[in-house]
């Protein structure tokens, strides 16, 4: 019997050897593919390949990917092959070998090296590939075994590269049937199972569903690792594999229960296996859980294992030790899981305590509104309260779907879909995001035709380079004149091209007879840079050369902001701890933002730490210096990587002295001196476990304390005082305010006493009850409140309704006593009250408080009030 372990090595080696270069999985994060949150399958890393969007560097090539799929999340568990995180085993030809080389080798992996029983295998095929059937035929499958299926066509959209496939599907015995007579492949029950997926990418489809034979065919398989495992285990399910049981059985221990002695428990404890498994994979690659896209998914998993490990009476926190099982045997062949250990550690304990809070806190909520909606003889609750479920609780709907289901109830999810959007309108920030490159096919073609720009910026300001194309909403053109936004490649750049949190470089492009300005330089998939300008003046030419520089004030004062950004994560791990690991940046010339893991907020004296550490390194004028080497050889040096980046074979290390090494293709000064001063603006959260720094750098920190300068020399001045000497008298100045405070409120106090002597002679009855009506001065609500509670002390019995003006707004106090006092309630007649005045308000029925927006009216709205208890006194 094999392991899991042993499978995919094995995979690996037999395509090694059939000279596919063996890859390491990629990210479960897709690379420049925004169509997708997470990575699917096992091609989605060569998509640029297969669409020739980029020339292969190899021709060939094996994987073992990981994989992320929720759309049948609510399945897992309840069936033996869903899983929302699989290993895909794949071998791929870019253009290289087709059918004739993939179908024998799949073949006879399955026959010789795994030595699965030709009798137990069945083929698919798409029903016109007869190339295919005759090549299976050859290579050995009988030609009853064939079998046509017309789904068996794979296309990854509407248009584009597509073509037939062939499916390996195993045959797992009667007693896994259904029974039936017709049992055959294609039946829904578990006796047929599909292995392998061989796809034959033969044809480009167009806009009109004509199908063009491609001029390099390409081939595309996937076997799922956990699949042909429960194969070779001879196991019923992909739960009962070595994949999955030693993490079963952790937590069944931790249960105090046994796997397959109860039906309910055993679906529980297939979720939580495979739950814990995506959240501790996709935590590896950097995905941190939040509110939206992959880490909401993220979180979801991460929730919903948690609530299933509650149903089998786990209620302490049990992430992480599951977590060390699943690194333990799976961190050879993704050894991310050991390197990024801590930060995985910290987001699972941290978002386990979290939602432990929240499930208690949501379900007890859930379970009132569900006796509620019983009581009422209602099954659905409504979208409004699964919303507030989820915003005030962050509680997922999902769950919340989930729970109601088990009693027989569910969530109206069109208004759930129409409040959250309305949420999401409402609070989502305005930001102006920099133009994105829109790629036209003409734009692409060009792109893929030019390859990489050699891009010559850390060395030079400018030279002389040639134009190469220019493109005019997406559409090709030999000449851009003035006033048009052109995209321009060039034969070679100095312009740096925005990434890894530095923005892009602006600048000029000349001619003798024009002169275009740069705004923005984008990267390519096919490394071609992307120059976005506006003709300033004259006419640009295809073919011609032009004088081409860069602001090199803005290029300097970004250089510094990002150096500095360097020098910033080198101290906050010496101050925090080797757990700090940089989560995003933005370098601009006039300030760096630096998003770091941390799980608290910075003391002061930390903040200095780290700001004095920063600035000694400036002051020590180390020399700044760049090389390329292999990856290997960077992590031996100890540079520090960017978490979830995924980086080439040749890395550029960048090293400031002995103090910082960091791989980064950005540009920065060339020694820590030409730095300058370093000041951190501020620190804070911005997530769960993430926080943020923002700082400037050389000129940009000088101006920040000019203006501060010029602020308490201004304050120096108003106060006759000198400019050390403003904390000083500022503080002094601040007890006197509080003294000054002090002595208004308790004149204000008596005065109030006052006013409530001269209004307790005012009472008038209405219709036997009685009333105080009437305009007072009081600063604020808080002092009408409190005049109210005086007067109220003294009436003993009756209805007090007070107005009074404070910084041009009307304020009302209404209050009934005792409580109930002839059904009347304060609330409501503060409301029509406050409706006079243009205003609103409400409270309880013994004491309410509402305001009002016209002055003028206040006089008014008072006279009216016995009118207005005598109109309620009759209802």
Known sequence: MYSGNELRDMFLKYFEAKGHKILPSASLIPKDDPTLLLTVAGMVPF?????????????????????????????????????????????FSFGDYFKTEAIPWAWEYITNVLKIPVEKLWITIYPEDQDAKQIWEKAGVKSERIVGDPENFWAAGPTGPCGPCSEIYVDLGAARGCGKPGCAIGCDCDRFLEIWNLVFMQYNRDEAGVLTPLPKQNI???????????????????????????????????????????????????????????????????????????????????????????????????????????????????PELKENENFILSHLNLEEKNFQATLEQGTQLLQEKVKELIKQGETVLTGADAFYLY????????????????????????????????????????????????????????????????????????????????????????????????????????????????????????????????????????????????????????????????????????????SATHLLQTALRSVLGDHVQQAGSLVTPERLRFDFTHFSPMTPDGLRAVEGLINEAVLKNMPVKATEMSLKEAKQSGATALFGEKYGETVRVVSMGMFSQELCGGTHVNSTGEIGLVKILSEGGIGAGLRRIEAVAGLEALAYFRSLDEQVMEVAQNLKAQPLEVGKRVNGLMTQVKDLEREIGQLQAKLAKNEVGGLLSRVEEVDGIQVIAAQVQAPDMEGLRQMADLIRDKMKSGVIVLGAVSEGKVNFVTTVNPKG????????????????????????????????KDPSKLGEAIDRVPNLLRGFLKK
Do not use: W
Not at 53 to 60: D, G, K, L, T
Not at 62 to 87: I, M, N, S, W
Not at 396 to 401: I, M, S, Y
């Open 391 to 562: 915003e005030t609780y962050g509680f997922p709907v999902e769950l919340t779907e989930e729970m109601l289901e088990e009693q027989g109830l569910s969530v109206d999810m069109l208004t759930f879909q129409t409040a959250s959007e309305e949420h999401r309108l409402r609070a989502k920030e305005q930001s102006q995001q920099m133009r994105a490159v829109v790629e036209s096919p003409e734009l692409m073609e060009r792109a893929k035709s030019l390859g990489d720009t050699p891009f010559v910026g850390y060395d030079k300001v400018s030279l002389t380079t040639r134009i190469e194309g220019l493109f005019v909403n997406g559409k090709e053109m030999q000449d851009a004149g003035e006033g048009e936004e052109v995209m321009i490649f060039l034969s070679e750049t100095p312009f740096y091209a925005e990434s890894g949190g530095q923005v892009s470089d602006v600048g000029v492009i000349r001619t003798s007879r024009a002169e275009a300005r740069v705004l923005e330089v984008k990267k390519g998939v096919t490394g071609t840079l992307y120059h976005r300008a506006e003709v300033k003046t004259g006419v640009l030419h295809v073919g011609e050369s032009v004088e081409v520089e860069i602001d090199n004030f803005d290029r300097l004062a970004t250089t510094r902001h990002h």
């Open 220 to 334: 595309d398989t996937g076997m799922g690792l956990e699949r042909i495992a429960s194969v070779m285990q001879g196991v019923e399910t992909n739960f009962d594999t070595d994949l999955f049981r030693p993490i079963i059985d952790h937590v069944a221990t931790l249960a105090g229960i046994k796997y397959k002695d109860n039906a309910k428990n055993d679906l529980a404890l297939k979720v939580v296996s495979d739950h814990v498994r995506a959240v501790s994979f996709m935590l590896s690659d950097g995905i941190r859980p939040n509110n939206e896209g992959r880490g909401y998914v993220l979180r979801r998993i991460l929730r919903r294992a948690v609530r299933f490990a509650k149903l089998l009476g786990i209620d302490k926190p049990f992430l992480e030790s599951a977590f060390q099982i699943i690194q333990r045997d799976y961190a050879h062949a993704y």
């Open 47 to 91: 998509k640029p390949y297969f669409q020739r969007q980029v020339e292969p560097p190899f021709p060939r090539a094996t994987t073992a990917q990981k994989c992320v799929r929720t759309p049948d999340l609510e399945e897992v568990g309840k069936t033996a092959r869903h899983h929302t995180y699989f290993e895909m085993l794949g071998n």
């Open 821 to 852: 006092l002839s059904g009347l309630h304060a609330g409501q007649i503060i409301k029509e009250v406050a409706k006079i005045t243009g205003g609103s308000g409400g409270g309880k029925p013994d004491m309410a408080q509402a305001g009002g």
